[in-house]
């Protein structure tokens, strides 16, 4: 078979030699940019290849190459892939344009099909979805099982278990060996454990001596990062990809195997836990014997099984699996990611360490506390600590910084005309890139890359309240976070209890940068050491 036949036959074996290519391309690229000291950061716009090889080769460290180049084009950019390939994004950090997206004509800016494929572990999720009646129900059945007091009280209680029993005594047997510890890890396997527990009623023990690894925590991990992968090519390169089973897409097949195995596996014992009990009796969530036994997965279970009565808003298991995975998804990394960079910016950071501290001392105080010279550890429930302004502040601007959801992806259904001229086309997808708008001198002042709490509090020591398009880290109009309230509470709780009781030492010349993947994990970790404030 000759050339002409093999391409007419085979378009993806021509794709598969095309996407070769380019990575060669720039894997020379970067080999001669490592030699000589760095490589550039500009968007050029090549002819055939478009904007892609400057996209692979800032791929490493995509976020903040993106905040400097939305930066230096006023806030809003398009980005142009291979020609033919479908591939153009407008990237904006302007809150005129987030607003105008997300709330203005939210309508006619959806997820849409495009979308929902590159987040194909979430299914057919709140998150993937669009305004349609299954997202609206599905949202508010959400909402109304966190908002119940049964729920929140578990919540409250399941944290403070875990803080008390897991975290404090495991950050104190780091302590006394005094050995370089990974902090991201350390609290990733903590939220891990804290979500599983909330969200399924279960204690995986992934935050244990032996650092286990944990097959469903990896593949989350895993889909994550090929997620990114599929946003930066042309649908059909990674499409082909995924046919071939080769490259990132055999990663995320094998991690989607893990995932749909885990969450099936703990509908089915759920299922059987509840019908074993008999206590599947109406639609309520229950609180157990201890007021720790109220899980998500179970108000999901009870919601399904009143079906039709509820307008079926889990009429498979397979709904149910896509629910629960976008909670893990959307709830796990976001809040450990936040307690990490927030945990370094306060080791890194000694005056605003001395001021969370004296806020803490006070409420210890405030509760006849000895300020941790006692024998157990002190553990701050978010009840307590509604005081804490300082600490609130510290919370906002790790935001503001670190937003744990870079991207926010939408696309447009009908021509229309952005608030900056930008006229876009039907299909048009538009990046919000949350990283960049809490990095913008034009949002924040020429102080914008600077960790300064500060700037939240008024002159009378008020929070103050920015509008979500300009802090943008939970989102903004009908599809913001969910979780908000459930994350801001999580982060400040084991935030505080950490900080209080343990001192940590970051690693000589450790610096975490920003990984390239959907969540903003820290890519080198966060090593360091850590010190018992009151040792006993
Ligand atoms: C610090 C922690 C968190 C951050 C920064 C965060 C951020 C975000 C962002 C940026 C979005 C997209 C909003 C939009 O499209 O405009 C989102 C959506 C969502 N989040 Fe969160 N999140 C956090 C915690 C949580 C938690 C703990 C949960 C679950 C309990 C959660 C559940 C969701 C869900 C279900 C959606 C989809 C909402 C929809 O599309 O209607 N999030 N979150």
Redesign the pocket.
């Known amino acids: 078979m000759d050339a002409v036949h093999f391409s007419a036959a085979h378009p993806e074996g021509l794709l598969a030699i095309a996407t070769s290519l380019v990575f060669f391309f720039v894997f020379l690229v970067r080999l001669k940019g490592s030699a000589m000291g760095g490589i550039r950061s500009s968007l050029v716009d090549l002819p055939v290849v478009g904007m892609l090889p400057s996209i692979l080769l800032n791929l490493h460290r995509v976020h903040d190459w993106a905040a400097k180049v939305l930066e230096d084009r006023g806030c809003t950019t398009w980005v142009r892939g291979p020609w033919l390939s479908g591939m153009v994004y407008l990237f904006t950090s302007d809150p005129a344009v987030a607003k105008y997206v997300?709330s203005t004509r939210y309508k006619n800016f959806v997820r849409g099909t495009r979308f929902r494929e590159i987040l194909e572990p979430v299914g057919n999720s709140?998150?993937a979805?669009d305004f349609n009646e299954s997202?609206r129900v599905r949202?508010r059945l959400?909402l109304d099982l966190?908002h119940q007091p049964e729920f929140q009280h578990s919540h409250r209680r399941t944290t403070h278990r875990l803080v008390e029993g897991k975290l404090l005594p495991f950050l104190a047997d780091l302590a006394r060996q005094g050995d370089a510890v990974d902090m991201q890890d350390v609290l990733q396997r903590f939220t891990f454990d804290l979500v599983c527990s909330t969200f399924f009623g279960v204690d995986l023990g992934s935050l244990s001596a032996d650092f286990p690894t944990v097959p469903f925590a990896r593949a989350v991990s895993d889909a994550e990062e090929v997620i990114v992968v599929r946003f930066a090519l042309p649908p059909a390169w990674w499409k082909l990809m995924r046919w071939l089973r080769i490259g990132p897409e055999r990663k995320m097949a094998a991690a989607m195997r893990v995932i749909d195995e885990f969450i099936y596996q703990h509908i089915a014992s759920k299922k059987a836990e509840l019908c074993k009990d008999g206590r599947r009796t109406d639609n309520k969530t229950q609180v157990g014997e201890d007021g720790a036994a109220v899980d998500l997965l179970r108000g999901f279970i009870d919601h399904q099984s009143a079906g039709e009565a509820k307008g079926r808003t889990f009429e498979s298991d397979r709904s149910l699996r896509d629910t629960m995975v976008?909670?893990v998804v959307?709830?796990w990394h976001?809040?450990s990611v936040?307690i990490s960079w927030l945990y370094w910016l306060v080791a890194t950071h000694p005056s605003v360490e001395a001021r969370i501290l004296e806020e803490l001392a006070s409420v210890v105080r405030a509760d006849g506390g000895d300020g941790g010279r006692h024998p157990g550890y002190t553990v701050f429930d978010v009840d307590e600590l509604h005081g804490c302004v300082y600490l609130d502040a510290v919370i906002h601007e790790t935001?503001r910084l670190f937003?744990?959801?870079p991207l926010?992806p939408f696309c447009a259904v009908e021509k229309d005309v952005l608030p900056t001229g930008e006229v876009v086309k039907p299909g048009t997808i538009i990046l919000l890139d949350?990283y960049a708008v809490g990095r913008m001198e034009k949002n924040w002042g020429k102080d914008a890359g600077e960790f300064k709490p500060e700037r939240w509090i008024t002159e009378e020591g008020k929070l103050i309240e920015e509008n979500s398009y300009k802090f943008a880290?939970?989102?903004?109009?009908?599809?913001?976070?969910?979780?908000?309230r459930?994350?801001?509470a999580?982060?400040k709780a084991v935030a505080a209890s950490a900080i209080y009781n343990f001192r940590f030492n970051v690693a000589e010349g450790h610096r975490p940068l920003p990984s390239s993947s959907v969540v903003l994990h820290m890519k080198n970790g966060l090593m360091g050491s850590l010190r018992e404030r009151f040792p006993r």
């Open positions: 997300t709140i998150l979805s997202w949202r959400t966190m976008e909670m959307a709830g976001t809040t936040s935001l937003a744990p959801l926010n949350l880290a939970f989102g903004s109009g009908p599809k913001m976070c969910l979780g908000r459930v994350g801001l999580v982060t």
